[in-house]
């Protein structure tokens, strides 16, 4: 996990980016191949400086990178953070998934006392 300066760790940032549906949505668009802010606006009701804002926050969490080509600045997807945030969800997959073991064993138990 990398500590950005002011103790933001990347991975709070990606988090804090994904939890927008608007930016999910950018980043389903750029799986496709990069894009301008044009290219990206086209789905949503709201002007290309509000998109434009989302693709910062999803620049600064290292989710996207942007270039300049001629007069059109691209948005290219930057999948490795998603790697940090998919790891970190599925530490958790092990503690769910005896959960829901213990929760059948204890079903098992009242069925068997019934």
Same mark, same amino acid.
């Given at each position: 996990?990398?500590? #950005?300066?002011?103790?933001?760790? #990347?991975?709070?940032?990606?988090? @804090?980016?994904? $939890?927008?549906?608007? %930016?999910? !949505?950018? *980043? %389903?668009?750029? %799986?496709? /191949?990069?894009?301008?802010? !044009?290219?990206? $606006?086209?789905?949503?009701?709201?002007? #290309?400086? @509000?998109?434009?804002?989302? +693709?910062?926050? *999803?620049?600064? @969490? /290292? +989710?996207?990178? %942007?270039?300049?080509? @001629?007069? $059109?600045? +691209?948005?290219?997807?930057?999948? =490795?953070?998603?790697? !940090?945030?998919? /790891? &970190?969800?599925?530490?958790?997959? $092990?503690? &769910?998934? =005896?959960?829901?073991?213990?929760?059948?064993?204890? +079903?098992?138990?009242?069925?068997?006392?019934?």
């Amino acid at each position: 996990m990398v500590l #950005q300066p002011d103790g933001y760790d #990347q991975l709070s940032g990606v988090f @804090a980016a994904l $939890a927008d549906p608007t %930016r999910r !949505a950018i *980043l %389903r668009q750029l %799986r496709d /191949g990069d894009a301008t802010v !044009a290219e990206l $606006a086209k789905p949503f009701t709201m002007s #290309q400086p @509000a998109v434009s804002k989302h +693709l910062k926050v *999803l620049e600064q @969490a /290292g +989710l996207i990178s %942007r270039t300049q080509r @001629a007069t $059109a600045r +691209l948005s290219h997807l930057e999948a =490795e953070p998603l790697r !940090a945030a998919v /790891g &970190w969800l599925m530490d958790y997959r $092990a503690y &769910w998934a =005896e959960s829901f073991d213990r929760l059948d064993r204890l +079903l098992d138990e009242l069925k068997d006392e019934s």
